[in-house]
Structure formats: structure tokens, C-alpha cells
């Protein structure tokens, strides 16, 4: 969408890079807008530039504020260790049979999406559980509890958001059956090794249609790698052709992963992830899925603890209107409004 300089408004994003009359890039593809981002375009007599369709995030909805771990989060601690532990025994059971026991699934996942129901600050879930786990364990977990949260969000009934996210924590099931030394490596994987990787998509599906002959349960693990722009595998679909529920493990899976460390890559901070999975949704991630994601997981941070790059620690007070990625955050010598500050950055959040 083309529009004239006077038009735009903060929290829109630039679909492609805006140049002065020099030649010279003022901002690249992907920009999130801000009032003095309008500013400088106008300042720099530009016109015109191309805005993202449909970027404006949806109204907050009222924050949650936490000021340390309360007594029912803490009581969950032994369910996710008893729930990671059975995690590793249903992946052990796949890669000796080539088929899990569902009602094992089903005695790990219940209890769990039933606190899950009481439990709204689901940054603090995520918090407690940023553990040194084995991470495809880890990582299967995560994503079972956010496919949950995503699928009330977006209005489906319970019974569905159940099955969402039994999908969805079954997603990597297909890596029982990958190499260890693939899955443990360090360093980057040849082409080779990451076309075996890319099997587990297929190999997952597999293994829970064995289990089950559910289809509708085992197509989030054939597509979860899947992108709108057909960019992703093992097919290269496109947007209709990716079910309803694969979209939200996809969103779910990438959150997971860019979040928690892993052999090879270390985690990044909370909020900068949402971010750029704002800029996947205009093209390679589902926009409605993860929008609705980024709209109710940001309130989430509002009194959360926070690491700065200046050393200091903080809480964040307050969503920026005009930046969604750059809160305000209250410190010992005064507020910080990281949109105004733009060198100052959350290194890291705490519950």
C-alpha cells in the first residue's frame, strides 16, 4: 500500500526501504514507525513510501501485573519437571517402536492445560520454565503451552485448544528418529545434515498417524516448517494450502526456539523476538495468528523485571503506543522511554 507521508501514523511498518533524492537509504524494509522515524522522512521531502496492509496491532487487552512468582505459578514447577520427564520417555518410545502411546500424551498434557486455564501471565510460564532441560523436550513443552494460549486467544472452543495444543507439542515428535549428533551438534549443519534434519517434519507425521490415524493431529507436524510465501518444507505450501492449526504451531515453534538457548545459538530477549515475528507476519508467518500472539503476550511484560544495556535494572510500566517493541521502563534514577532512547536495549527479563 502506497502512501503519502502525511498519512502515516506510528506502528505501521514499511514494506520496502525508503532513500532520500541522494540515493541514500533512510530506513530499511521492515521498519516499525515511529513519530520521529514520520518525521525524518518528511524532513527529508519524501513523498511517498510503502506501508505494510493491515499492521496496526488490535487493542491491548488489560495488563497483567506481577511483581514476583505467586504461590499457584510455583506449584507448577513439579508438574513441568514430571511433564518434561515424560516428555523424554514418549520421544524414547518413538524412536524404539515408531509409534507413542497417546494415553501417555494425554496423562502428561491434561493436568498441565488444566492449571494453564488459571495461570493468564503465560511470560511467567515461560520464565519458569527457561531451565537448562534437554531442549527438544524443553522446546516441546513450550510449544504445547503456547498453542494452547493461541488457540483460546483466537476463539477456539476447549476441546479444540486441547487438541491444538497436543498437536502442537507433538510437532518435534519426528526428531526421536534423527541422529543425536545431529540434534546435539554446535556448529552450523552442512547441507547434508540439514536435509536429515528436515526429515522429522515428514518422519513426525508419520509417527503419529501410526499412533493415532488422527490426520487432523498429525498435519502440524508435517507443516509446522511450512511459510506463506512457500518458503519453507518439506512441500514449500502457501498460505490456504498450511492448515489453521499448523499456522499457530509454526508461530508457537519459531517463539520457542528464538527464546530458549539452544547447542548452537543462544536465546534472545523475550520482547525482540516478538518483534521480528511481527515482521514474519507480513509474508512468511500467518498475520492473524501471530498478531492476536504479539497483541495478548504483551501486556504479559507489564511489571516484569528487566536487565538493561546501560547495567541497570528495571520493571516495565508501561506498552509504548507509538513503539509496541520499546517499553517504559522505571529504574532507581527514573524512567527510561526505550522508544525515545533507541541505544538503550532489554538484555533480559525476569519474573
Known amino acids: ?39 525524518r522522512l518528511k524532513l527529508h521531502g519524501i513523498d511517498y513510501v510503502n506501508i505494510a496492509d493491515s499492521v496496526q496491532l488490535p487493542d491491548f487487552p488489560a495488563p497483567i501485573v506481577t511483581s514476583s512468582p505467586g504461590e499457584s505459578l510455583m506449584k507448577l514447577v513439579p508438574l513441568f519437571d514430571t511433564t518434561m520427564a515424560g516428555t523424554a520417555s514418549i520421544f524414547k518410545q518413538a524412536m524404539n517402536t515408531g509409534t507413542i502411546a497417546m494415553n501417555e500424551v494425554d496423562e502428561l498434557l491434561q493436568p498441565m492445560t488444566e492449571q494453564l486455564v488459571e495461570q493468564k501471565d503465560v511470560v511467567s510460564l515461560l520464565l519458569l520454565l527457561d531451565r537448562d532441560d534437554e531442549y527438544t523436550y524443553n522446546h516441546s513443552v513450550q510449544v504445547g503451552i503456547l498453542t494452547y494460549y493461541m488457540a483460546s486467544w483466537l476463539g477456539y472452543s476447549a476441546e479444540d485448544c486441547y487438541n491444538i495444543s497436543k498437536a502442537g507439542y507433538l510437532i518435534d515428535i519426528g526428531k526421536s528418529v534423527v541422529p543425536q549428533e ?11 545434515e540439514f536435509r536429515i534434519m528436515k526429515k522429522h ?5 508419520e509417527i503419529i498417524l501410526a499412533s493415532t490415524g488422527n490426520e487432523l493431529l498429525a498435519l502440524p507436524a508435517l507443516q509446522h516448517h511450512e511459510r506463506e510465501d512457500g518458503s519453507g518444507y518439506p512441500y514449500g505450501l502457501r498460505k490456504d494450502d498450511i492448515h489453521p492449526y499448523s499456522r499457530i504451531a509454526a508461530v508457537a515453534d519459531v517463539y520457542s526456539a528464538m527464546t530458549t538457548t539452544r547447542v548452537y545459538q543462544s536465546k534472545q530477549e523475550y520482547i525482540s523476538v516478538l518483534c521480528e515475528l511481527y515482521g514474519l507476519s507480513f509474508g512468511q508467518l500467518n498475520a492473524e495468528v501471530t498478531q492476536n500472539f504479539i497483541k495478548n503476550l504483551l501486556p504479559n511484560f507489564i511489571g516484569k523485571k528487566v536487565l538493561l544495556t546501560t547495567g541497570d535494572t528495571g520493571m516495565i510500566v508501561m506498552n509504548n503506543p507509538n513503539d509496541y517493541f520499546r517499553p ?10 526505550l522508544a525515545k532512547h533507541r541505544y538503550i536495549t532489554i538484555v533480559e527479563i525476569y519474573i
Do not use: C, W, Y
Not at 545431529?182 to 547434508?192: N, Q, V
Not at 517504559?328 to 527514573?334: A, D, E, I, W, Y
Open 182 to 192: 545431529l540434534l546435539h551438534k554446535p556448529g552450523k549443519l552442512s547441507t547434508e
Open 1 to 39: 500500500m502506497r502512501l503519502h507521508v502525511t498519512d502515516l501514523k506510528p506502528g505501521q511498518l514499511l514494506e520496502s526501504d525508503a532513500f532520500n533524492h541522494s540515493g541514500v537509504q533512510l530506513m530499511p524494509a521492515g521498519s516499525l514507525l515511529n513519530d520521529s522515524d514520520i518525521n
Open 201 to 205: 517434519a515428514k518422519q513426525g507425521h
Open 328 to 337: 517504559l521502563v522505571k529504574t532507581p534514577h527514573g524512567f527510561i522511554d
